[in-house]
């Protein structure tokens, strides 16, 4: 059984830098597509970045240039390196993985692995 626990959320001023983590248990494996999602209150979960491990990726719109989805297959790690951060960018990140192709990266419904989340907070 496959597990996944977010790290690193926190509170940072618009312009600032964070880094998640999405640690694995078990065995990945080569063949899963990871990706993140984030959930404002009131809103539905929505696709941030997603990635394979031939190193496909594919961005969000409201994130491309900003926001960058790496994946280190030895430690069975996730990561998304957030920079210019806006206030819109504001709720709880979740990682997510499949072992097949997602279709549609950025719907909820293609993961059936989640982790529990981490809260990012960007003030103005």
């Known amino acids: 059984q496959v597990e996944l626990a977010e790290s690193g959320g926190g509170s940072v001023q618009a312009g600032g830098s964070l880094r998640l983590s999405c640690a694995a248990s078990g065995y990945i494996a080569s063949r899963y597509w990871m990706a993140w999602f984030r959930q404002a209150p009131g809103k539905e979960r929505e696709g941030v970045a997603h990635?394979?491990?031939?190193?496909?990726?594919n961005y969000a719109d409201s994130v491309k240039g900003r926001f960058t989805i790496s994946k280190d297959n030895a430690k069975t790690t996730l990561y998304l390196q957030m920079n210019s951060l806006k206030p819109e960018d504001t709720g709880t990140y979740y990682c997510?993985?499949?072992?097949?192709?997602?279709?549609?990266?950025?719907?909820?419904?293609?993961?059936?692995?989640w982790g529990q989340g981490t809260q990012v907070t960007v003030s103005s």
């Open positions: 997510a993985a499949t072992l097949f192709y997602p279709d549609n990266w950025y719907l909820p419904s293609e993961y059936d692995l």
């Open positions: 990635i394979h491990s031939t190193g496909i990726t």
